[in-house]
């Protein structure tokens, strides 16, 4: 399928899939996408707003969209009306036509998740620090973020992804007393991940998270998005408690998103 854009426009992926027909349920769009059933340019992708562009190819399934441009008056070459006469394969993509209110709260988080990561990177380099993390609910997501950023390796030293108990004891060396007491998922827990992923790594900061991202897991005293974070730099120690809401994904990005704040508002 040749999918058209104006000249020098673009169009984001979960417009594409829906304006395509691929997919009609912007929810489902969104589903396809973090699950990485979405391939742009033989590579799969998980980001909702990635723009698109001409010449990339979109492809799900049996589905192959390929990106082009309209001419300088907006229209469509003739060779290729005579085309679409014949194969039927031109969509006409008009990029404002396709609102997305059922994602704009995802998307808002994507955003911010991408804007304070750039100020993140920013100080980082500029402030010649260092940064290491250890990661349980989130899987190694703020980790993915911090190092999407061009030279991140100038200042982020590792991490460790402790999604277990067992990692958390024998590698970062949590007290096993500590999680029988408090729990993983707790204050004292995302501390101790904290002060001992700095000592790892021997950085100037460190960040730890721990929660539940759900949809099991939850409690009464500890429900679904539940979630700590705790931050050392400078020789002080900050943590939080979060109370989060959505799905899995959400409370995942959440998380990553009150850490990175958490992060800039100590740099």
Same mark, same amino acid.
């Given at each position: 399928?040749?999918?058209?854009?104006?000249?020098?426009?673009?169009?984001?992926?979960?417009?594409?899939?829906?304006?395509?027909?691929?997919?009609?349920?912007?929810?489902?769009?969104?589903?396809?996408?973090?699950?990485?059933?979405?391939?742009?340019?033989?590579?799969?992708?998980?980001?909702?707003?990635?723009?698109?562009?001409?010449?990339?190819?979109?492809?799900?399934?049996?589905?192959?969209?390929?990106?082009?441009?309209?001419?300088?008056?907006?229209?469509?070459?003739?060779?290729?009306?005579?085309?679409?006469?014949?194969?039927?394969?031109?969509?006409?993509?008009?990029?404002?036509?396709?609102?997305?209110?059922?994602?704009?709260?995802?998307?808002?988080?994507?955003?911010?998740?991408?804007?304070?990561?750039?100020?993140?990177?920013?100080?980082?380099?500029?402030?010649?620090? +260092?940064?290491?993390?250890?990661?349980?609910?989130?899987?190694?997501?703020?980790?993915?973020?911090?190092?999407?950023?061009?030279?991140?390796?100038?200042?982020?030293?590792?991490?460790?992804?402790?999604?277990?108990?067992?990692?958390?004891?024998?590698?970062?060396?949590?007290?096993?007393?500590?999680?029988?007491?408090?729990?993983?998922?707790?204050?004292?827990?995302?501390?101790?991940?904290?002060?001992?992923?700095?000592?790892?790594?021997?950085?100037?900061?460190?960040?730890?998270? +721990?929660?539940?991202?759900?949809? +099991?897991?939850? +409690?009464?005293?500890?429900?679904?998005?539940?979630?700590?974070?705790?931050?050392?730099?400078?020789?002080?120690?900050?943590?939080?408690?979060?109370?989060?809401?959505?799905?899995?994904?959400?409370?995942?990005?959440?998380?990553?998103?009150?850490?990175?704040?958490?992060?800039?508002?100590?740099?």
């Amino acid at each position: 399928m040749k999918f058209w854009i104006d000249q020098e426009d673009f169009i984001y992926l979960f417009q594409l899939m829906k304006a395509a027909g691929i997919e009609n349920d912007y929810k489902i769009i969104g589903n396809l996408i973090d699950e990485g059933r979405i391939s742009v340019n033989g590579e799969t992708v998980f980001h909702q707003r990635l723009k698109l562009k001409k010449g990339d190819v979109v492809e799900f399934r049996n589905h192959h969209v390929k990106i082009f441009e309209r001419n300088i008056k907006g229209e469509i070459p003739e060779e290729f009306h005579r085309d679409a006469k014949t194969k039927g394969e031109i969509k006409h993509g008009k990029t404002k036509k396709w609102k997305a209110k059922p994602v704009q709260a995802e998307l808002a988080i994507d955003d911010q998740i991408n804007d304070l990561a750039v100020k993140v990177h920013s100080k980082f380099l500029s402030g010649n620090k +260092t940064l290491a993390c250890a990661e349980s609910c989130t899987g190694g997501m703020l980790q993915e973020i911090i190092t999407n950023q061009s030279g991140a390796s100038e200042y982020f030293m590792g991490g460790i992804v402790s999604y277990s108990n067992k990692i958390k004891t024998k590698i970062l060396k949590v007290k096993q007393q500590t999680i029988d007491s408090c729990g993983a998922v707790s204050g004292e827990t995302a501390i101790e991940m904290v002060q001992n992923v700095q000592k790892l790594f021997q950085t100037d900061f460190a960040l730890a998270i +721990t929660g539940i991202a759900g949809p +099991t897991g939850g +409690t009464e005293e500890k429900p679904v998005g539940t979630v700590y974070l705790a931050l050392n730099s400078k020789g002080s120690l900050e943590h939080q408690k979060l109370t989060l809401s959505g799905t899995r994904d959400k409370i995942r990005k959440k998380a990553c998103l009150s850490a990175l704040k958490l992060i800039l508002h100590q740099l």
